[in-house]
């Protein structure tokens, strides 16, 4: 999971800081999600779908056919 945040993050021309201040999280705690060091509860994981616009199933096993758009 910690590249699929990075990459969606990177391609949607976010920082960290931005992506944790979206989400309402430390910095520090949306890096340990990206480096996969720290799990996410259910809440944040919907916070970055919607964000990223995925689904939460693109974000947790890839699944490509969740975008939400496409």
């Not at 590249?3 to 705690?29: D, F, W």
């Not at 720290?38 to 964000?51: A, C, V």
Request: aromatic share 10%.
């Amino acid at each position: 999971m910690k590249t699929r945040l990075k990459e969606l993050r990177v391609e949607k021309g976010y920082t960290q800081h931005e992506v944790a201040n979206a989400i309402m999280c430390a910095p520090s705690t949306y890096a340990h999600y990206e480096k996969d060091e720290r799990w996410m509860d259910q809440d944040t994981l919907i916070k970055l779908s919607k964000l990223f616009d995925v689904t939460t199933d693109y974000i947790l096993y890839n699944d490509r056919k969740g975008a939400l758009n496409g």
